[in-house]
């Protein structure tokens, strides 16, 4: 069985930075696609970020600048670090993966962003 699992999620002060790791296990070689979606409060979950095995990367536009996706997909493991946060950033963060035409999601993990 296939899981994700993310770390580094917490509370931090706007203008502040936190870094998210996620790793997959279980039978799977090589994923074609890791990345982040969140979910603010009331909202719909959204994307955040992503990379694929080749390393390319795709970031939502509000993102681009402060936040910076890296993955070792030999190993199946992607970060997010992210910095200038603001409030807006606040939300549940899930990890997901694509692998053989599946999509595999983490359980996420809380960002809070104080003013």
């Known amino acids: 069985q296939v899981q994700l699992v993310e770390s580094g999620g917490g509370l931090v002060q706007a203008g502040g930075s936190l870094r998210l790791s996620c790793a997959a296990s279980g039978p799977i070689f090589s994923v074609a696609v890791m990345g982040w979606y969140r979910q603010a409060p009331g909202k719909q979950r959204e994307l955040v970020a992503t990379v694929t095995r080749s390393g390319e990367t795709i970031y939502q536009d509000s993102m681009k600048g402060r936040f910076t996706i890296s993955g070792d997909n030999g190993k199946n493991v992607v970060h997010l670090q992210m910095s200038s946060l603001t409030v807006d950033d606040t939300g549940v963060y899930y990890c997901?993966?694509?692998?053989?035409?599946?999509?595999?999601w983490g359980q996420g993990t809380q960002v809070t962003v104080s003013s």
């Open positions: 997901y993966a694509t692998y053989l035409g599946k999509t595999y």
